[in-house]
């Protein structure tokens, strides 16, 4: 039977699937999950509808992905939306495999899929029910109906798709700002690409860009409607100051515990961050866009949380050794999407302290860049080289990513030993012991859900703001509100004060609190921290680290 090269690309997909299908089939332990993803669709569901949550920052971001997500958590599901993020990373595979058949082949188009479905920081995603891999998915799109946009002559139905897959990446997440902002930029370089006429045209590259840009704001639209008459501010809570300049302070449990203004300013910050947090240098901060794709460690902001693969800083610039040799439309796709992946790239880099999660929407135009520089670098070898070296050329071609690969799949791998999900799926552990595992707090919100009435308030201090299991209504703080305590003059004040807000109970994480309260001085405010948890709080319940205190009236 003749070999058919596919077949291998082929079985690695299907490798990739089936593990990553395993994978999903767990409750959800992730921490954007838990304080954000999950947490608000479970809260509207009990709400029964849409509704403001000021005490949870991360409501008012936009939230097409999580709208799927509530429909699976009403199914009584919570582990359906892994895979529901999972299929847009399919999605996305599927993209890029159409569009490199139309410019390669068969072979090659599902290397390109295999490719994208193996880099570690898709992998990691495609695990989680987190929104990345939709906006992954919704700015690929984009990008492919562009590129049909110029194919087919500037077909304004064309242009209205690409728009309104932009404007479901801006309603995913908001780094679809950026998104926005770029492929606005491109539409008049990408208009007058290859004629002299139509570069001397002014009003219709403009007018084509106009188009766009209010298409894709109207898909984007109901979430800004939401936020304008919520907080006045279409894009909350990013750039409030400029919206609104005298807004107030945030209510106690806004996200991570700080204003909602702190996010206006870590643009100017990140620099400051790498040097006094991570003790960079200047030049190794300079160096971030590069560091990136080599450096990246799943769980270590200081190394970006996440990983890349150095294929994808590689093989792209074989593509562009052979770039003269290509069809022009081809050639200024290539340009298209290198622009789009180092502008991109270079303006987060630029706007907030790095993570790889954050630049993902260059994994697919880099794949598919990296797809084609190995194709064309294969076929040089076949057609140029002598045949004893291009027998070498072929061996270590096919040495170098195999030994890439190999590392993809010793990191799926390794996410079998970290999720452990073999024990759950055969039964071996219940969901409650599963989630303790990774989730110490559990059992402290169990009994709460349990044994509180419906009626408590919960403030979790030190708790990271993991609220999805809970079902009384939680607040969290990195610490006892400072102007509660400011403001009393008593242990008795500070429980009254907390009543009058509504608090009848406190879930609080030792280490933490303990940590803290060792590296205070011995002030007014430690001392009176102390005091109301001695004799104004009862403890009712303890495990694993974490205690559950009463405040007495």
Same mark, same amino acid.
């Given at each position: 039977?003749?070999?058919?090269?596919?077949?291998?690309?082929?079985?690695?997909?299907?490798?990739?699937?089936? &593990?990553?299908?395993?994978?999903?089939?767990?409750?959800?332990?992730?921490?954007?999950?838990?304080?954000?993803?999950?947490?608000?669709?479970?809260?509207?569901?009990?709400?029964?509808?849409?509704?403001?949550?000021?005490?949870?920052?991360?409501?008012?971001?936009?939230?097409?992905?999580?709208?799927?997500?509530? +429909?699976?958590?009403?199914?009584?599901?919570?582990?359906?939306?892994?895979?529901?993020?999972?299929?847009?990373?399919?999605?996305?595979?599927?993209?890029?495999?159409?569009?490199?058949?139309?410019?390669? =082949?068969?072979?090659?188009?599902?290397?390109?899929?295999?490719?994208?479905?193996?880099?570690?920081?898709?992998?990691?995603?495609?695990?989680?029910?987190?929104?990345?891999?939709?906006?992954?998915?919704?700015?690929?799109?984009?990008?492919?109906?562009?590129?049909?946009?110029?194919?087919?002559?500037?077909?304004?139905?064309?242009?209205?798709?690409?728009? &309104?897959?932009?404007?479901?990446?801006?309603?995913?997440?908001?780094?679809?700002?950026?998104?926005?902002?770029?492929?606005?930029?491109?539409?008049?370089?990408?208009?007058?690409?290859?004629?002299?006429?139509?570069?001397?045209?002014?009003?219709?590259?403009?007018?084509? $860009? /106009? /188009?766009?840009?209010?298409?894709?704001?109207?898909?984007?639209?109901?979430?800004?409607?939401?936020?304008?008459?919520?907080?006045? =501010?279409?894009?909350?809570?990013?750039?409030?100051?400029?919206?609104?300049?005298? &807004?107030? &302070?945030?209510?106690?449990?806004?996200?991570?515990?700080?204003?909602?203004?702190?996010?206006?300013?870590?643009?100017?910050?990140?620099?400051?961050?790498?040097?006094?947090?991570?003790?960079?240098?200047?030049?190794?901060?300079?160096?971030?866009?590069?560091?990136?794709?080599?450096?990246?460690?799943?769980?270590?902001?200081?190394?970006?949380?996440?990983?890349?693969?150095?294929?994808?800083?590689?093989?792209?610039?074989?593509?562009?050794?052979?770039?003269?040799?290509?069809?022009?439309?081809?050639?200024?796709?290539?340009?298209?999407?290198?622009?789009?992946?180092?502008?991109?790239?270079?303006?987060?880099?630029?706007?907030?302290?790095?993570?790889?999660?954050?630049?993902?929407?260059?994994?697919?135009?880099?794949?598919?860049?990296?797809?084609?520089?190995?194709?064309?670098?294969?076929?040089?070898?076949?057609?140029?080289?002598?045949?004893?070296?291009?027998?070498?050329?072929?061996?270590?071609?096919?040495?170098?990513?195999? +030994?890439?690969?190999?590392?993809?799949?010793?990191?799926?791998?390794?996410?079998? $030993?970290?999720?452990?999900?073999?024990?759950?799926?055969?039964?071996?552990?219940?969901?409650?012991?599963?989630?303790?595992?990774?989730?110490?707090?559990?059992?402290?919100?169990?009994?709460?859900?349990?044994?509180?009435?419906?009626?408590?308030?919960?403030?979790?201090?030190?708790?990271?703001?993991?609220?999805?299991?809970?079902?009384?209504?939680?607040?969290?703080?990195?610490?006892?509100?400072?102007?509660?305590?400011?403001?009393?003059? $008593?242990?008795?004040?500070?429980?009254?004060?907390?009543?009058?807000?509504?608090?009848?109970?406190?879930?609080?994480?030792?280490?933490?609190?303990?940590?803290?309260?060792?590296?205070?001085?011995?002030?007014?405010?430690?001392?009176?921290?102390? $005091?109301?948890?001695?004799? =104004?709080?009862?403890?009712?319940?303890?495990?694993?680290?974490?205690?559950?205190?009463?405040?007495?009236?």
């Amino acid at each position: 039977m003749k070999y058919k090269p596919y077949i291998i690309p082929a079985v690695l997909i299907l490798f990739y699937v089936t &593990a990553v299908c395993i994978l999903c089939a767990v409750p959800p332990v992730a921490r954007d999950a838990l304080t954000h993803h999950l947490y608000v669709p479970k809260l509207y569901l009990r709400h029964g509808g849409i509704y403001e949550i000021p005490r949870i920052t991360f409501s008012y971001y936009p939230m097409n992905l999580e709208m799927l997500y509530l +429909a699976a958590l009403y199914l009584g599901s919570d582990i359906l939306p892994a895979y529901i993020h999972f299929a847009f990373a399919l999605m996305t595979a599927f993209l890029i495999f159409r569009y490199l058949k139309n410019r390669l =082949n068969l072979c090659f188009a599902l290397y390109g899929g295999m490719f994208f479905l193996s880099v570690p920081v898709i992998v990691k995603l495609s695990i989680t029910a987190y929104v990345d891999l939709g906006l992954i998915f919704f700015t690929t799109f984009s990008l492919y109906w562009l590129f049909k946009w110029l194919e087919n002559d500037f077909c304004l139905r064309c242009l209205a798709i690409s728009a &309104a897959g932009c404007g479901l990446a801006l309603g995913t997440k908001y780094n679809g700002l950026l998104v926005l902002f770029l492929l606005t930029l491109f539409i008049p370089f990408a208009y007058g690409n290859g004629s002299a006429e139509r570069r001397r045209r002014f009003f219709k590259p403009l007018g084509f $860009s /106009v /188009v766009f840009f209010l298409i894709s704001l109207s898909v984007y639209s109901p979430w800004m409607i939401r936020d304008v008459l919520w907080k006045h =501010n279409p894009v909350y809570p990013l750039y409030n100051s400029w919206f609104n300049p005298a &807004a107030p &302070a945030a209510v106690i449990g806004a996200e991570s515990g700080r204003n909602s203004h702190d996010l206006d300013h870590l643009p100017f910050n990140q620099f400051l961050i790498r040097k006094y947090v991570y003790h960079e240098s200047w030049w190794q901060t300079l160096l971030i866009p590069l560091r990136v794709f080599f450096e990246g460690q799943d769980d270590q902001p200081a190394h970006f949380d996440g990983r890349l693969s150095p294929l994808l800083f590689f093989l792209p610039f074989f593509g562009f050794f052979f770039i003269r040799e290509k069809p022009e439309p081809v050639q200024f796709e290539m340009k298209l999407l290198l622009a789009f992946s180092v502008l991109y790239l270079l303006f987060a880099f630029a706007l907030t302290d790095m993570r790889i999660r954050y630049i993902a929407p260059i994994v697919p135009p880099l794949v598919i860049l990296s797809i084609i520089g190995l194709h064309d670098l294969w076929r040089w070898i076949q057609s140029s080289a002598p045949q004893i070296r291009k027998g070498w050329g072929v061996a270590m071609i096919c040495t170098g990513v195999v +030994a890439f690969f190999a590392l993809h799949v010793s990191y799926l791998t390794r996410q079998f $030993s970290i999720v452990q999900p073999l024990p759950y799926i055969r039964g071996d552990i219940r969901r409650d012991a599963y989630i303790t595992r990774y989730r110490p707090e559990f059992p402290a919100i169990e009994f709460i859900n349990r044994h509180l009435p419906a009626t408590a308030q919960i403030l979790a201090l030190w708790l990271g703001d993991r609220g999805y299991y809970f079902d009384r209504k939680v607040f969290f703080a990195l610490k006892l509100p400072e102007t509660i305590i400011d403001q009393s003059d $008593s242990p008795e004040s500070v429980a009254l004060a907390l009543h009058r807000m509504g608090i009848s109970h406190i879930l609080v994480r030792y280490d933490l609190m303990n940590d803290w309260l060792s590296r205070q001085p011995d002030t007014h405010d430690k001392m009176m921290l102390i $005091s109301f948890f001695q004799h =104004n709080t009862r403890l009712i319940f303890s495990k694993l680290g974490h205690g559950v205190y009463e405040i007495l009236r």
